[in-house]
């Protein structure tokens, strides 16, 4: 099913391009992304294994589909995270412009999604906020750049090695909620988990991602009696 950020396929028309799309946003009352206000979240203490991240290198293969580029992990190379005493697996990373999640009214230049699925097939997302101008900037690794990095390459298939530890930030604060996909079909429940504190990114590497991706933002959608806890 086609679908788009703009005119006659964009979000206001998502519920009626298809029965799944319409049934995705009827059905569940959360729908992501949301705006984040922290003075209005329920603060929660974070312990040291509240959420934990494994991150490491993993190898990558890369792919172009839905508007953006996906990275997922190639066979055998597992990366995860434990939430709440549950693991999910990484299936997939990709990005957004600009942010879809706006935290206390501030939006960033790019939010990157890591699709995680548990045992039993629930999904967790977490968003992490990229912005080029954010204080030091990660040292992203040399495959990122010497082979992906360049505009006219980012939608082509590689296979490449990434670094996690440059993508998730190290102080995990983090909010967190319930809601869905970003995307069609917009189904739920996806556990969300969204990093406070963004990673700075080589100002060229979202030159590339602007030029090449471009506005990739689902609208804001209405938190109505959700919780969002904020984590710290
Ligand atoms: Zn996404």
């Given at each position: 099913?086609?679908?788009?950020?703009?005119?006659q396929?964009?979000?206001?028309?998502?519920?009626?391009?298809c029965?799944?799309?319409?049934?995705?946003?009827?059905?569940?009352?959360?729908q992501?992304?949301?705006?984040?206000?922290t003075?209005?979240?329920?603060?929660?203490?974070?312990?040291?294994?509240?959420?934990?991240?494994k991150?490491?290198?993993?190898?990558?293969?890369?792919?172009?589909?839905?508007?953006?580029?996906h990275?997922?992990?190639?066979?055998?190379?597992e990366?995860?995270?434990?939430?709440?005493?549950?693991?999910?697996?990484?299936?997939?990373?990709?990005?957004?412009?600009?942010?879809?999640?706006?935290?206390d009214?501030?939006?960033?230049?790019?939010?990157?999604?890591?699709?995680?699925r548990?045992?039993?097939?629930?999904?967790?997302?977490?968003?992490?906020?990229?912005?080029?101008?954010?204080?030091?900037?990660?040292?992203?690794?040399?495959?990122l750049?010497?082979?992906?990095?360049?505009?006219?390459?980012?939608?082509?298939?590689?296979?490449?090695?990434?670094?996690?530890n440059?993508?998730i930030?190290?102080?995990?604060?983090?909010?967190?909620?319930?809601?869905?996909?970003?995307?069609?079909?917009?189904?739920?429940?996806?556990?969300?988990?969204?990093?406070?504190?963004?990673?700075?990114?080589?100002?060229?590497?979202?030159k590339?991602f602007?030029?090449?991706?471009?506005?990739?933002?689902?609208?804001l959608?209405?938190?109505?009696?959700?919780?969002?806890?904020?984590?710290?």
């Amino acid at each position: 099913m086609e679908w788009s950020y703009q005119g006659q396929n964009g979000p206001e028309y998502w519920s009626r391009l298809c029965t799944d799309f319409k049934r995705a946003e009827e059905e569940a009352s959360w729908q992501s992304p949301i705006s984040l206000n922290t003075a209005a979240t329920r603060q929660e203490p974070k312990k040291d294994d509240t959420i934990l991240f494994k991150k490491e290198k993993v190898k990558i293969k890369t792919d172009f589909f839905n508007h953006t580029v996906h990275l997922s992990p190639a066979e055998g190379n597992e990366a995860s995270v434990v939430f709440q005493d549950k693991m999910y697996v990484l299936q997939d990373i990709h990005a957004h412009l600009p942010s879809e999640h706006i935290i206390d009214d501030h939006s960033f230049e790019m939010e990157i999604h890591f699709v995680y699925r548990s045992d039993d097939d629930q999904l967790l997302v977490c968003g992490v906020m990229g912005q080029s101008d954010y204080g030091a900037v990660s040292p992203l690794s040399g495959d990122l750049y010497n082979r992906f990095l360049k505009e006219d390459s980012l939608k082509k298939h590689y296979t490449l090695n990434l670094d996690l530890n440059v993508l998730i930030p190290d102080d995990s604060s983090f909010y967190h909620y319930s809601g869905s996909l970003t995307t069609p079909p917009t189904m739920g429940p996806v556990t969300w988990i969204v990093m406070k504190q963004p990673i700075s990114l080589p100002t060229d590497f979202v030159k590339a991602f602007e030029k090449v991706i471009g506005q990739t933002n689902r609208p804001l959608q209405p938190v109505k009696e959700r919780t969002v806890c904020f984590y710290h």
